[in-house]
T-cell receptor
Framework: NAGVTQTPKFRVLKTGQSMTLLCAQD?????MYWYRQDPGMGLRLIHY???????AKGEVPDGYNVSRLKKQNFLLGLESAAPSQTSVYFC???????????????FGPGTRLTVL | KNQVEQSPQSLIILEGKNCTLQ??????????LRWYKQDTGRGPVSLTI?????NTKSNGRYTATLDADTKQSSLHITASQLSDSASYIC????????????FGTGTSLTVIP
């Protein structure tokens, strides 16, 4: 049981390049999330998904796209990277909110992205 | 506006000492509050969860308290160890908003020998 895994762990991009971050979970969770974490700020929600084939915008969605083609995978795409997207990206998953306390989020180890 | 504020921003203590971290929130309607520990270079890991009816929850040397009336929570760490050095994040979720989570900016704790 690997929990939540993220690939890659590190990446350096040049401005304008594109890339996809992959998140995978093996806990059969319905909900999946992408966050970014910047110094001095709390985790900010980029996009989330409440189930296979569905996605929704979070607090800071601009410049990012996501897809949830399979229940266990959640992809985060940067079409044209900008220096402002330099950050640490965390993926998380959880059961649905209707499960009460079972809505604990389990986080991946993070991806450190630098955009030059 | 739903917000979560934590204090202090950073804290340095000697190994073996106790410390208390604070979390104030304005999230409504309240569902539950979690404390997460985030080691450097890793993702956050849940320490405790508290619902409206709970006012104390322990997990080993970690004890969380919740005062739902004043909308305050604290995390008390007893007999600190070097491995407690981490960022501690308070996260509050609201009812009826799907899985909407509100994150504090965290308290960075450093335990020195």
């Amino acid at each position: 049981n690997a929990g939540v895994t993220q690939t890659p762990k590190f990446r350096v991009l040049k401005t304008g390049q594109s890339m996809t971050l992959l998140c995978a979970q093996d806990m059969n969770h319905e909900y999946m999330y992408w966050y970014r974490q910047d110094p001095g700020m709390g985790l900010r929600l980029i996009h989330y998904s409440v189930g296979e084939g569905t996605t929704a915008k979070g607090e800071v969605p601009d410049g990012y796209n996501v897809s949830r083609l399979k229940k266990q995978n959640f992809l985060l795409g940067l079409e044209s990277a900008a220096p402002s997207q330099t950050s640490v990206y965390f993926c998380a998953s959880s059961y649905s909110s209707r499960q009460g306390q079972r809505n604990e989020q389990f986080f991946g180890p993070g991806t450190r992205l630098t955009v030059l | 506006k739903n917000q979560v504020e934590q204090s202090p921003q950073s804290l340095i203590i000697l190994e073996g000492k106790n410390c208390t971290l604070q979390c104030n929130y304005t999230v409504s309607p309240f569902s539950n509050l979690r404390w997460y520990k985030q080691d450097t270079g890793r993702g956050p890991v849940s320490l405790t969860i508290m619902t409206f009816s709970e006012n104390t929850k322990s997990n080993g040397r970690y004890t969380a308290t919740l005062d739902a009336d004043t909308k305050q929570s604290s995390l008390h760490i007893t007999a600190s160890q070097l491995s407690d050095s981490a960022s501690y994040i308070c996260v509050v979720s609201a009812k009826n908003t799907g899985n909407q989570f509100y994150f504090g900016t965290g308290t960075s704790l450093t335990v020195i020998p």
